[in-house]
Each structure stands twice: as structure tokens, then as C-alpha cells.
């Protein structure tokens, strides 16, 4: 029997579409023969809506794929009980699968993500944000980019291909994949704490010569909630970009 439920208005199943047939075809020939983990960090602040989906979608896209993963939630101490939704999620998905490393309160998307490298059991992180600004259905592309080219670093880009962009603005986050070890280095190389943090690690990146691959992808603006940037949050990040400039 399938456990089931329902979170944030959303229905949700621990059997996705297509994960039935895990057992056979290139799905399982990926997981038996693979050996690779991916680790998935998003940070969450007042997401209740967002996660149930954001989470589902992962689970899809890992499952079909046959790849192994964990995705580990980093609430900052959302109001609006998205832990909450979280510790569902965890119940429907299982704990080996969704992982809660929740904080105390908002302390800024940089030390999210180290807060959430130091629980990843994987040996490649992936960084993204949980409002769906980025579809999970590029990470199988995400993987085998890594993979053609043994890169370092993967990144989503709306510049190439045929990616695009909804509603997007120099404010919203880009998609990546690290190895891990890759972005522990880069993490202790940056000073940023905020939404500036993805764009300074990708600037120190081409500084230490890491190899970077890009992948096009199409951006859509938040499905549900307003912008987690306030005023003061896109002085902060003006601020933080100057000063990568100044320094970089």
C-alpha cells in the first residue's frame, strides 16, 4: 500500500510517475552502476506552499532518472509553518530521502547552504531555490553535463540554448551543481552571506580555475508568496555585488 497525503494543498504520493519502472531499463542500470550521490540543499523561508511541489517534482525527476539523492530542507524559522510541511513531507518520503536540518531563525542564504553542507552525504550538492524558480526536470541535464565533462561545477544559465526566463530578475537565484568537496573549498573562499553568496562562489570558481559547465535552462518567477527580498534586502545585495567587483 502507498503512503499518501495531502501538504500545503497539494496531493501527494510516495510513487511518483515513472517510478514504477525503476527497477528495469536505464534507470536502474544508472543506480546499480553509478555509485554517485546527489545531495539537494534548499533553504526555505515561509515556502509552505512552494515545498510540497518543489519536493514532489525532485522525487519525480530523481526517481525516473535512477539516480540516488537525498534533499535536505533548511528552514530558517518560517512563521507561516513550512517546517511543519516539512516534517510531512519527511513522513510521506521518508527520513533517509528528505532530511530536516531547520535553524532558529533567518540568518541568510549563504550560511544556509553551509549549515546544509555539513549534514550532505553526498559526493555532489546541488543549490537551489525552493520557489520554484528553477524546474527540477533540468537536473537529469544537470548530471549529464557533469558527467560528458567531469566538471566541477554545473551551472543553470538563461543565456544559451534554448533557455529562457518568466518574470526574472537579476535578484532570483541560479540552479547549480558542485562536486562536493568543490564547493566546501569555494564556501570557505567566500565572505558573502547573502543572496550574493551563488554569484561570488561561481566568480571564485573561475578564480581558482575550477571547470565550469552550463546548461540553458528556462527561469519562471515564484509559483506562490511574494519575494523573500525586501527593501533593505536588495540595498544589502546591491551592496554585496559592488563589493565582489571592487575585490574580485
Known amino acids: ?16 510517475s515513472g517510478a514504477s519502472n525503476m527497477a528495469s531499463g536505464e ?7 553509478g555509485g554517485d550521490k546527489y545531495s ?26 535512477g539516480f540516488d539523492y537525498e534533499i535536505i530542507v533548511i528552514d530558517d524559522g518560517s512563521p507561516d509553518g513550512t ?23 533567518k540568518l541568510g542564504l549563504g550560511t544556509a547552504y553551509i549549515h546544509g553542507i555539513q549534514h550532505a552525504t553526498g559526493n555532489f550538492v546541488f543549490i537551489m531555490d525552493a520557489d520554484l524558480s528553477h524546474h527540477p526536470k533540468f537536473i537529469p541535464d544537470f548530471i549529464k553535463k557533469q558527467k560528458e565533462g567531469n566538471y ?52 571564485r570558481a573561475r578564480q581558482l580555475d575550477y571547470s565550469i559547465g552550463e546548461v540553458p535552462i528556462t527561469f519562471v518567477d515564484r509559483v506562490y508568496g511574494e519575494s523573500k527580498l525586501g527593501g533593505n534586502e536588495i540595498v544589502s545585495f546591491l551592496k554585496g555585488l559592488l563589493h565582489l567587483f571592487a575585490t574580485t
Open 40 to 65: 539537494v540543499l534548499l533553504p526555505t523561508y515561509n515556502e509552505r506552499d512552494n515545498l510540497p511541489l518543489i519536493v514532489w517534482l525532485l522525487v519525480r525527476y530523481f526517481d525516473e532518472s
Open 1 to 16: 500500500m502507498v503512503a499518501g497525503g495531502f501538504v500545503g494543498g497539494v496531493a501527494l504520493t510516495s510513487c511518483p
Open 152 to 203: 566541477d561545477v554545473v551551472s543553470g544559465t538563461r543565456y544559451k540554448g534554448n533557455g529562457g526566463v518568466f518574470g526574472w530578475d537579476l535578484r532570483r537565484k541560479l540552479i547549480r551543481l558542485y562536486k562536493k568537496e568543490v564547493l566546501q573549498k569555494l564556501v570557505e573562499k567566500c565572505v558573502s552571506k547573502g543572496y550574493v553568496f551563488q554569484m561570488e562562489m561561481i566568480v
Open 83 to 105: 517546517l511543519e510541511v516539512a516534517k510531512q513531507l519527511e513522513m510521506i518520503y521518508g527520513s533517509d530521502k528528505i532530511l530536516l536540518r531547520p535553524r532558529a531563525k
Open 27 to 33: 534507470g536502474a542500470e544508472q543506480r546499480r552502476g
